[in-house]
């Protein structure tokens, strides 16, 4: 580890962090702040192992066109949400270790995602039910916090997800890759749903629904077609024309 003999001072922040290609880096807490997180890689695995409790996984972002990790089905929640978010325009998963100082000892914690945002600024993310925060949980999501406002950055510690949006999103995450698009359904598409119909409704007056519809939800995943995704999604959802918030690719 570079500069792994250097002790943190009280009050001060340092962060590890691993490049791309697989150095490890430790640097000041203003460095940290200029540096692309989203080209790296996770500092720490994701262990998989008999009788464990949590499930990692990977993900494939369409966001970053790669997978991404995570190390519970709360993060991965989280991520999918994250990935359908069109004002993030990268993510990364445990991305830096926060090294402090608390009671004389140096602490360190390395938050869960790290996603880059379209208007230049930073979203650091723990995910953890908040129900299993504890004591130590809630010293590091602090110095997390404290460390982010430094940096200009926000900071969220997010419990489980909506298990009705979660579950919608996961569903449309199925649609994400640009395999699912197809320009010719897209277009009967956008013209059907121009005017808010039933999701059934619109994608038989596009074609045959076998074809259309795997169009249909990668078009929601875009954000090019809209729902409301806090009820569950169903064949007779309303859908509509998404002008003007945003298309992710």
Not at 68 to 93: C, I, K, M, N, Y
Not at 121 to 150: K, M, N, Q, W, Y
Not at 182 to 208: N, Y
């Amino acid at each position: 580890m570079t500069g792994a003999g250097v002790a943190v001072a009280d009050g001060d922040f340092e962060a590890v962090y691993v490049t791309g290609d697989g150095a490890e880096c430790r640097v000041g807490l203003a460095d940290l702040g200029g540096l692309r997180l989203e080209d790296g890689r996770p500092v720490r695995s994701f262990p998989s192992y008999r009788g464990q409790r949590n499930y990692p996984g990977w993900y494939w972002s369409a966001t970053m066109g790669r997978r991404v990790g995570f190390e519970s089905w709360v993060e991965r929640d989280h991520l999918v949400a994250l990935d359908f978010d069109p004002a993030v325009t990268a993510v990364a998963s445990q991305p830096f270790w926060l090294l402090w100082r608390a009671g004389g000892k140096v602490r360190r914690h390395a938050p869960d995602f790290f996603a880059r945002l379209a208007d230049g600024g930073a979203l650091v993310i723990d995910s953890r039910p908040l129900e299993r925060i504890g004591e130590r949980d809630l010293e590091a999501f602090t110095a997390a916090g404290a460390a982010c406002a430094r940096l200009g950055w926000r900071y969220a510690v997010q419990g489980s997800a909506d298990p009705v949006q979660a579950a919608n999103l996961r569903w449309l995450a199925g649609y994400r890759h640009p395999r699912c698009h197809d320009e010719p359904a897209a277009a009967l598409l956008r013209e059907v749903f121009a005017k808010p119909r039933q999701l059934i409704h619109g994608a038989e007056m596009a074609g045959d629904p076998l074809a259309t519809l795997p169009v249909l939800f990668h078009l929601m995943w875009r954000h090019e077609l809209a729902v409301d995704l806090s009820l569950v999604l169903s064949h007779r959802s309303v859908v509509r024309a998404a002008a003007g918030e945003g298309v992710r690719g």
